[in-house]
């Protein structure tokens, strides 16, 4: 248990589907990011949130929608993605640092997502 | 734009062994340098290096950060299977955004009995 919880594990879908990914945060942290984590790649950061407003989209296709309704929960809403978008999702939680310097992530076990 | 480089990008060693991977760097408005250990999920943090020269050491891990050339290693003495992960390295920088951590591509390791 790491403190940041991720549903589904695992999400196959199709390419015209609908479907959201749920992160929750069980420690009190107010920032909260998703990760898109390919095979041979970096981990890609996708959007951020501090205190409940975005502050990063780093240049994520539409068809990527995260929500953040409170610091505690964080969802990405899927549509019409493609193949290439098969990847982990992981979530991820922080304290921001009083001068506002990122601090140690904690992750959640991640999303699997395949799509056909 | 920001830039986290790790090498070896695989290794493979025999129980007992030490190793050494390498973080090397370049980035604006530099905050922290952090290790993580991604076994089969999620990634579980190891340390976090702030001062350049100070070592930081948990059991059989250690790390350093050298500030001047921009990179930092992290040690692993007396290697055991249960070290066989992948191992990310990951600069976090300030800006406009808030905060802001660029991950390196990893650090394969196996470690075989």
């Known amino acids: 248990e790491t403190g940041v919880t991720q549903t589904p594990r695992h999400l196959v879908m199709g390419m015209t589907n609908k479907k959201s990914l749920k992160c929750e945060q069980h420690l009190g942290h107010n920032a909260m990011y998703w990760y898109k984590q390919s095979a041979k790649k970096p981990l890609e950061l996708m959007f951020v949130y501090n205190f409940k407003e975005q502050t990063e989209n780093n240049s994520v296709p539409s068809r990527f929608s995260p929500e953040c309704p409170n610091s505690s929960h964080l969802f990405l809403h899927l549509h019409t993605l493609q193949p290439e978008d098969s990847a982990l999702y992981l979530c991820?939680?922080?304290?921001?640092?009083?001068?506002?310097?990122?601090?140690?992530?904690?992750f959640g076990e991640g999303s699997r997502l395949t799509v056909l | 734009e920001d830039k986290v480089v790790q090498s070896p990008l695989s290794l493979v060693v025999h129980e007992g062994d030490t190793v050494t991977l390498n973080c090397s760097y370049e980035v604006t408005n530099f905050r922290s340098l952090l290790w993580y250990k991604q076994e089969k999920k999620a990634p579980t943090f190891l340390f976090m290096l702030?001062?350049?020269?100070i070592e930081k050491k948990s059991g059989r891990l250690s790390s350093i950060l050298d500030k001047k050339e921009l990179f930092s290693i992290l040690n692993i003495t007396a290697t055991q299977t249960g070290d066989s992960a992948i191992y990310l390295c990951?600069?976090?920088?300030?800006?406009?955004?808030?905060?802001?951590?660029?991950f390196g591509g990893g650090t394969r390791l196996m470690v075989k009995p």
């Open positions: 702030t001062s350049s020269g």
């Open positions: 991820a939680s922080s304290q921001r640092g009083l001068a506002g310097g990122p601090g140690e992530l904690f």
């Open positions: 990951a600069v976090g920088v300030n800006n406009n955004a808030g905060n802001m951590l660029t």
